[in-house]
């Protein structure tokens, strides 16, 4: 994986020495309240609801052990002990006090990590396939690109005061794990007829109050005029993104109201002069950041035996091919019963850490779905790897299956939510736990206000907490799906009050159980066969689908 | 009073011209005129009168409008080689992203200048230090 050099190394010393000094002019008045914001935010620094939040980048989700385990040193020096990972592959810190974020700051650098541009009216963290380099059914590893975008797009000058945030995500196989048709950038590595590498770019997708799949603007950019093309589709943005309306800012809008044809004639238009004065990267330092993520030395003629009892129970849902056949994808699930989704202790994060250098080549990912990822596992270490994470509380064997639930923060947190979503998830996955096998692949998403960081509109099941006349309530939406064949779920009807919830989903799974062919039908294949009715149906027995006011 | 900033730091005006409308632009047939941008300017309408400009100043009503930055680089890609001034509500922290962008000075006015002394912008005036994006253009540093 890439590891800093000079350059890299004194930006991000310097970006702390800057901050220090801009924390102290804030105290002294040169700068106001409203001036520092901007600059606090593309620090990390988040103001909630009972504290400052940190949102460390983890970029494309990619850490090393070293890494990991000074996250744990400062969850328990500077926080409560915890951390949470999330939609975006980062990692939060709900309890960080202001006079200690500067030290933070300084112990990410320490370990070439930092909290740059993780929020603000800037390009943020660029996420990618958390399977990315060792998946069998890559095209190319997204990471290189990803870092590279990282490099271009850090304190990129004229593009710091966006209309607003602005997301991007890459992947490299043709099975979207990187959820890129919900950004407002997505890329899409691929080949075309000549075999030259390239990417599809997609524009506009994204959650939040108006969901929207990405619209193509190239179905296929060679890969050498990938930064001119992203700095012209930036600048249009830039340049013509609504500022009057926070909530009808991102680019999205902007592709909706002026169409993605007028939209793709000025972003080329753009193009051809940005490609003149700025043709991209140098040749050479692409390879050299392609270099950097070669793929580990594989272990070759290890022997190994099938797993037996509750390894191979596990292994079932929280193991995926690799692309060497000897080695397995091991997703560590953040969502054991009871627990918060998406959570580790400092304790557990060492473990993983442990973990990823003695089994894992060194290396853990953190995916949008809130789970830990250690990419490179010999099957031959399974049972051990098993073993450890049960100890450690993160031997949950549910990915993918209904307790496996991406849950944002949610009332217990943020400022900004209608409803808890915590406590939500953590009664639905207790209760479903025990069929949750015999129910089979679920994913539920849950949001708690209408912001959507929960990605609820992608779910197979969403859940949106909002206020109705001060009681919670909790609208239910089907068939999104987050993958290359994204869509926004869809509405059945009116919310349910928090008591009501569980019974509802409890007619629906069991609406599903009914209909589906056979186990191996999933719910939201059958739910595309079957269409919206019968569920609808389930959900409401009494026809109540009056739309909630 | 309005005060220009430079990498050397606080200074009065230097400009001679006198700010011209688009329409007098348009209708001259010299050199070394002076205009104001407003932040939705379409920069595209001024490609045929860009060599008849010494000074383009750009207006930033507010910091968090970025649009200047933009309208700076689209000027600099249609050839523009006069002078570009960032006018208005810009900060300190924002000096190296002008000077980055594409523009030579900045003004602000006094106030402005009172809260945020000339140190301030003089601790920004390393703007090619730390530019990631100059930095993509070099040929890595031999092993």
Partial sequence: MYSYDDFDEAFVRARVATFREQVARRIDGSLTEEEFRPIRLMNGLYLQLHAYMLRVAIPYGTINPVQMRQLAMIAERWDKGYGHFTTRQNIQFNWPELRDVPDILDALADVGMHAIQTSGNCVRNVTADHFAGAAGDEIEDPRPTAELIRQWSTDHPEFLYLPRKFKIAVTGSPNDRAVTRAHDIGLRMLRDADGAPGYEVIVGGGLGRTPMIGKVIRPFLPKAELLPYLEAVLQVYNLLGRRDNKYKARIKILVHETGIDEVREMVEAAFVLKKEAFPGADPDLVAAIEAAFAPPRFIEGLMYAPLKGKARVWATTNTAAHRHPDYAIVTVSLKAVGATPGDATAQQMRVMADLAERFGHGELRVSHEQNVILPHVHRAHLAEVHEALLEAGLGAANVGLLSDIIACPGMDYCALATARSIPVAQEIAAHFEAREREIGPFKIKISGCINACGHHHVAHVGILGLDRAGVENYQITLGGDATESAAIGERPGHGFPAEALIPALDRLVQRYLELRRDPSEPFIDAFRRLGMTPFRDALYPDGGTRDAA | ?143
């Fill in chain 2, 1 to 143: 009073m309005s005060v220009i900033v430079t990498d050397q730091g606080f200074g009065p005006e230097t400009r001679i011209a006198a700010f011209l409308t688009l329409d007098e632009l348009r209708q001259s047939e010299t050199a070394g005129h002076a205009l104001d941008l407003a932040p939705d300017a379409d920069p595209e309408a001024l490609a045929p009168f860009l060599d008849r400009l010494a000074l383009i100043r750009i207006a930033f009503p507010a910091f968090s409008d970025g649009r200047g930055f933009s309208i700076a680089s689209r000027l600099r890609l249609l050839g523009y080689r006069g002078r570009l001034r960032a006018r208005g509500h810009v900060l300190a922290d924002q000096y190296g992203h002008a000077r980055r962008a594409g523009f030579d000075e900045v003004e602000i006015d006094a106030i402005l200048a009172a809260r945020q002394p000339e140190e301030q912008w003089l601790r920004r005036a390393n703007w090619q230090d730390g530019d990631y994006r100059a930095r993509l253009r070099q040929k890595p540093a031999a092993a």
